[in-house]
């Protein structure tokens, strides 16, 4: 699904105006984590982290990004490019 389909159907806003390098490498592996449905928690427990350090980054990729939800970001994520995931035809 490209970004003309997702805001035809209203899934964002349109191309995403960020660019990835404002992320650390850290906020980038957080963000795919996010992006393929993991909770925090299991966030946490793969990458060896807290759970306290995984909400941090997550509020971090949030403010960075501008974005004002965790829906959001999964968003930019699958517009970025960072994962593709097939979708039902």
Known sequence: M????????GLSA???THD????????????????R???DHE?????GVGL???VDEVADIL???????????VVFAHE???LHLPFPR
Not at 43 to 47: K, T
């Open 52 to 54: 306290q350090q995984v």
């Open 14 to 16: 349109g191309p995403a």
């Open 63 to 73: 403010r960075r990004l501008d974005l004002p939800d965790r829906v959001a970001a």
């Open 43 to 47: 966030i946490a427990r793969v990458l």
């Open 20 to 35: 990835l390098d404002v992320l650390t490498d850290d906020q980038r592996v957080v963000l795919r984590c996010l992006a």
């Open 37 to 39: 449905g993991h909770e």
């Open 80 to 82: 970025a490019g960072m």
């Open 2 to 9: 490209g970004v003309v389909q997702m805001f035809s159907w």
